[in-house]
């Protein structure tokens, strides 16, 4: 079955950096386009970031423009993101999902994100 497994979340002071990881199985990874979104406390879903099956096309929400970069190495099934310049508006929870062009079908549960002094 699908699953996808996201790691490396964590506490980090503004201006910090992370990287999250998401780990995918049961389906053919380098077919699929691939997405992050995020949830912060009390509020809506939010999508930042996304990048075709091979991984030369990406996309990102304006808040993230500059500060983050996806990417991806489908010999590991595996998809990140990096994120650089850490704002505590950027605390969330982030999700890695699959995209199949005309809707986001399989979700991971998340990893928590937290940008704090």
């Known amino acids: 079955q699908v699953q996808l497994v996201e790691s490396g979340g964590g506490l980090v002071q503004p201006e910090g950096s992370l990287r999250v990881s998401c780990t995918a199985s049961?389906?053919?990874?380098?077919?699929?386009?691939m997405n992050w979104l995020r949830q912060a406390p009390g509020k809506g879903l939010e999508w930042i970031s996304g990048l075709n099956f091979g991984g030369d096309v990406t996309y990102y929400e304006d808040s993230v423009k500059g500060r983050f970069t996806i990417s991806r190495d489908n010999t590991k099934n595996t998809l990140y993101l990096q994120m650089n310049s850490l704002k505590p508006e950027d605390t969330a929870l982030y999700y890695c999902v699959r995209d199949r062009g005309y809707d986001m079908d399989y979700w991971g549960k998340g990893t928590q994100v937290t940008v704090s002094s």
């Open positions: 049961g389906f053919s990874f380098n077919s699929y386009s």
